[in-house]
């Protein structure tokens, strides 16, 4: 009887567990909304607004024709969220509230520098540390295979590495066995430093084809480390992290380039061979031209060409039917390091066969924040009381289900010494600054912004004309490009007076201060 028992409660855990669906999180960088086909509307008045047009800003850059087909199809044969932000605007700070399911100033790290009740400023940190729970530590313990493949901006500072570029003189000297021997010598070391960290208690049972930053951007070699996870989990559940370096300020950059980087280079030390995976950045500019589409837009191609790769991998094995796959981005490119849309809202859909109404959408207000309580759910788990603080589930919006009775009619955004509240159709911005801070923007006029105090806040004065002013107020409806501050109108008291109250009900909850709130 005893082992009759062992047996049939092993037979019901594999049968729960077989049932769990894999996932599969994509998760591009500075992705912004009109790099999307399906969230393309955000082009036409960036060309045209007045602000760009008087300041000329991006005018001559922006087009909204992309060639993203394996991203079309996730939006084609899923849901898309028309109204997803991420809950801080850089790098570290959105990827924190992913993978925590807290918000950025919550940040265990940060607290060390900026101790609860003082005013915090909030720029590339936090980082996790390793004491601290998160969605991929909750989904191991629900029989997950975890990993993460890409770029981790996380790391404490003392485990923080910035990756090499090789050298002018190290390139010239390909011949000189010393120079090229010196070089992968010094990505191992750091590669072993930084990233195998990262297995020691952070949830993660595969961590591989790291790159700290956008320095290294060898697509091929990260997209054969994605491929190689799911081939090797695809007996059990699995949770595979991409967080892709690219496009990463698609419009500020010339990704001609790309093709200038040695191919053999990576993180972890140099490739005997150049690894081909993915079709060459000549091949995409081509079918780019062919299409119609601006060579500025071309690294969009190239990410989508890795998206494509992920999802046959996932046909090849029969397990697309079995897979939740996400694609977002961590935050926008016009309006970076701020809580303005063109940084906070990015493009979101989930393709969920069986499951997902395909070419269905969804307009709940939702950060990336809630991600975390979403997948736990939806992995069968209740998410633990340290881990996804901020986090509610929209697994009911996901599965076309009427919305939850306590889902939130307005959400927090953060960025330095900026603090937003979005609702349905307004947006209230808050800048606080220390006196430090106010001091050095006095003395340094132009070069010391909200943000913090050395920080040039990717220009965003330039595309934003209540930069400089405390209090923000924009009706998203009327002006979603946020041109037109209404703030200091008598009519709108009584709605600026309403998203100062929410904005305070949020500072109450947070471990810091934030001015009069």
Same mark, same amino acid.
């Given at each position: ?5 062992i ?8 049968? %729960? ?16 909304a ?14 045209t ?5 008087? !300041? ?5 850059? %922006? ?12 939006a084609?044969?899923g ?11 850089v790098?570290?700070?959105?990827? /924190? ?5 807290? /918000? ?16 915090c ?5 936090p ?22 493949i ?6 404490p500072?003392?485990?923080? %590495? ?8 190290? !390139? ?17 070391k750091?590669?072993t ?11 993660w049972?595969?961590?591989d084809r ?7 951007v060898n697509?091929d ?6 491929l190689?996870f799911?081939e ?14 690219v ?5 500020s ?22 690894m ?16 119609g589409?601006s ?13 494509g790769a ?6 090849e ?22 809580? /303005?849309?063109g940084?906070?809202k990015v ?12 070419a269905?959408?969804?307009?709940s ?10 997948l ?5 788990g ?8 901020d ?6 919006q ?30 209230y %911005? ?34 934003y ?9 924009f ?5 979603? /490009? ?15 007076r309403?998203?100062q109250?929410?904005?305070?009900k ?8 934030f001015?009069?709130?």
């Amino acid at each position: 009887m005893k082992y009759f028992l062992i047996s049939f409660f092993w037979l019901i855990t594999c049968l %729960i567990t077989s049932a769990r669906p894999n996932i599969v999180l994509l998760y591009a960088d500075d992705l912004d909304a009109d790099e999307i086909n399906y969230t393309a509307d955000m082009v036409d008045i960036w060309a045209t607004h007045s602000g760009a047009k008087k !300041k000329r800003f991006w005018s001559k850059r %922006i087009d909204s024709k992309v060639l993203t087909p394996h991203i079309d199809s996730l939006a084609e044969g899923g849901i898309l969220f028309t109204r997803f932000y991420v809950n801080g605007t850089v790098c570290t700070s959105s990827r /924190y509230c992913l993978l925590t399911g807290r /918000y950025a100033t919550r940040g265990a790290d940060l607290l060390k520098d900026y101790p609860a009740g003082t005013h915090c400023t909030l720029e590339w940190r936090p980082d996790i540390l390793r004491e601290e729970n998160s969605l991929p530590k909750e989904l191991q313990r629900l029989g997950y295979r975890t990993g993460i493949i890409g770029k981790w901006h996380n790391l404490p500072e003392e485990k923080s %590495i910035g990756m090499p570029k090789m050298k002018k003189e190290e !390139k010239e000297a390909n011949a000189s066995y010393d120079a090229v021997v010196m070089f992968e010598e010094k990505l191992k070391k750091q590669y072993t430093a930084g990233f195998n960290y990262l297995s020691e208690g952070f949830g993660w049972d595969v961590v591989d084809r790291m790159e700290w930053g956008n320095s290294i951007v060898n697509l091929d070699w990260q997209c054969e480390g994605a491929l190689n996870f799911i081939e090797e989990s695809r007996d059990q559940p699995f949770f595979l992290y991409c967080a892709l370096p690219v496009p990463h300020g698609q419009y500020s950059f010339d990704y001609n380039q790309i093709e200038t980087y040695d191919k053999r280079v990576t993180s972890k030390g140099l490739l005997l061979e150049p690894m081909d995976l993915l079709p060459s950045m000549d091949n995409v500019l081509q079918r780019c031209k062919k299409a119609g589409v601006s060579k500025k837009n071309a690294m969009a191609t190239r990410m989508d060409d890795y998206v494509g790769a992920v999802l046959n991998k996932l046909d090849e094995l029969r397990l697309r039917e079995k897979t939740i796959v996400i694609f977002t981005s961590d935050h926008g490119s016009r309006g970076k390091n701020s809580v /303005y849309e063109g940084g906070a809202k990015v493009p979101m859909m989930i393709e969920w066969p069986g499951m997902v109404e395909a070419a269905s959408s969804c307009d709940s207000l939702i950060g990336n924040v809630d991600i975390t309580a979403t997948l736990i759910e939806l992995a069968g788990g209740i998410p633990a009381s340290d881990v996804g603080e901020d986090s509610l589930s929209f697994a009911r919006q996901l599965t076309g289900k009427p919305e939850a009775k306590n889902w939130r009619d307005c959400m927090l955004i953060e960025a330095g010494n900026s603090k937003g509240v979005v609702s349905r159709d307004w947006k209230y %911005i808050a800048n606080r600054v220390t006196p430090q801070i106010e001091a050095a923007m006095t003395a340094r006029p132009g070069e010391v912004f909200w943000t913090g105090l050395d920080h040039h806040n990717y220009q965003n004065e330039r595309m934003y004309p209540s930069f400089w002013e405390a209090d923000q107020l924009f009706d998203l409806k009327e002006d979603p /490009y946020e041109q037109n501050n209404l703030a200091g109108n008598s009519k709108y008291a009584d709605r600026l007076r309403a998203m100062q109250s929410k904005l305070s009900k949020y500072i109450q909850n947070m471990p810091h201060t934030f001015g009069e709130f």
